[in-house]
T-cell receptor, first 115, second 113 residues
């Protein structure tokens, strides 16, 4: 069975602070994909990034960066210089290659950025 | 841009009613999904479909059925609504490659009274 844990239920920061959202996963598959989605108050989940298990290179996209570490089964997401518009629920998700062939989502982290 | 449209943002129904949630996508995607989202539980897969008239159960199919008569439309049916089906329902679509990201609709917040 595969599992995704987002231990931080809610995080609140003040604008311009950096914030890291944690994601820890469990899978027995050697090939798998990890995703991050953002769900703003409007409700629609917006795809942010996909990583495959063979690519441990960290990625930066503007104020967003992702740290993938297979040794600790983690795929953490950092927002630098947070803005009020970053306020949303963020989901980490895992796609395995074995018997569980559909996305498994974490429970999500509610990020609130205060002005 | 992919557009996934869910027919209602908010819906209120009564216990025992038959409820239809509709989802339409405009990108000719083969795969479509229905999830429910509950606080502390994230998204859980109810049913998915990889082709017209094809469907497979997800993690929590009990009390639900689905219909896919046309490629662009995927319907979720609550045969006899119950209060424990009060939730946010999200539809998604994806092209044929399994590792491609799913595209989501805005969600339907369903209340069963």
């Amino acid at each position: 069975a595969q599992k995704v844990t987002q231990a931080q239920t809610e995080i609140s920061v003040v604008e311009k602070e950096d914030v890291t959202l944690d994601c820890v996963y469990e899978t027995r598959d050697t090939t798998y994909y990890l995703f991050w989605y953002k769900q703003p108050p409007s409700g629609e989940l917006v795809f942010l990034i996909r990583r495959n298990s063979f690519d441990e290179q960290n990625e930066i996209s503007g104020r967003y960066s992702w740290n993938f570490q297979k040794s600790t089964s983690s795929f953490n997401f950092t927002i630098t210089a947070s803005q009020v518009v970053d306020s949303a629920v963020y989901f980490c998700a895992l796609l395995g290659s074995g018997s569980a062939r559909q996305l498994t989502f974490g429970s999500g982290t509610q990020l609130t950025v205060l002005p | 841009d992919v557009k996934v449209t869910q027919s209602s943002r908010y819906l209120v129904k009564r216990t025992g009613e038959k409820v239809f949630l509709e989802c339409v996508q405009d990108m000719d995607h083969e795969n479509m999904f229905w999830y429910r989202q509950d606080p502390g539980l994230g998204l859980r897969l109810i049913y998915f479909s990889y082709d017209v008239k094809m469907k497979e159960k997800g993690d929590i199919p009990e009390g639900y059925s689905v219909s896919r008569e046309k490629k662009e439309r995927f319907s979720l049916i609550l045969e006899s609504a119950s209060t424990n089906q009060t939730s946010m329902y999200l539809c998604a679509s994806r092209d044929g490659q399994r590792y491609q990201p799913q595209h989501f609709g805005d969600g339907t917040r369903l209340s069963i009274l």
